[in-house]
């Protein structure tokens, strides 16, 4: 099986406008499926309109209807491989309270049923951040999930079109 080309949010986000640099970059998608799409959209007359209302299975089926998909639901993030709590620059000037980071370090959140959402300006180490949180819950034995907050969106949309699918994407 393809791993699925997520066509449809390629043509909404041609719709706005966006480049296919952009849309490459920005969704961290591949420049060659980008340009595929925007090819293949050309060629067979797809526009937004025709694939707005469809869910991205048969979206993505419009685009290529000799292929099997399957949904990718998470990739894989531009991980640090050196993230570690521990390591982490507690300097005033970064506004990060070494309690706070101590304390998510223990993973505490999961044994309450609590999820941690970063959020900060572009540049401050997000990334860095969740990556040596996630490697401190594995550590524990404790999955983690990296999921961007664009993404996170759209699987909450289509979770909602699905019997149980909220509490399946929860869990």
């Known amino acids: 099986m393809a791993s699925k080309i997520r066509a449809k949010l390629?043509?909404?986000?041609?719709d706005q406008g966006m480049l296919r640099r952009s849309i490459a970059k920005t969704r961290h998608m591949s420049m060659a499926n980008v340009c595929e799409v925007f090819v293949l959209a050309d060629e067979k007359?797809?526009?937004?309109?025709?694939?707005?209302?469809?869910?991205?299975?048969?979206?993505?089926?419009?685009?290529?209807?000799?292929?099997q998909v399957h949904e990718r639901v998470f990739e894989e993030p531009d991980w640090h491989p050196k993230a570690d709590?521990?390591?982490?620059?507690?300097?005033?000037?970064?506004g990060l309270a070494r309690l706070k980071v101590t304390e998510l370090s223990t993973c505490?959140?999961?044994?309450?049923?609590?999820?941690?959402?970063?959020?900060d300006p572009a540049g401050t180490g997000k990334t860095y951040l969740a990556c040596a949180l996630a490697k401190a819950r594995c550590a524990k034995r404790v999955r983690?999930?990296?999921?961007?907050?664009?993404?996170?969106?759209?699987?909450?949309?289509?979770?909602?079109?699905?019997?149980?699918?909220e509490r399946k994407l929860l869990r």
Do not use: H
């Open 10 to 14: 390629i043509m909404e986000l041609r």
């Open 45 to 67: 007359g797809i526009t937004w309109g025709r694939v707005m209302d469809l869910g991205d299975n048969e979206a993505c089926a419009i685009f290529y209807p000799e292929r």
């Open 85 to 94: 709590v521990r390591s982490i620059d507690l300097t005033e000037k970064r």
């Open 108 to 119: 505490g959140f999961v044994e309450r049923g609590t999820n941690v959402v970063v959020q």
């Open 144 to 165: 983690a999930c990296y999921v961007r907050q664009p993404d996170l969106e759209e699987l909450w949309r289509d979770s909602r079109t699905r019997q149980g699918g």
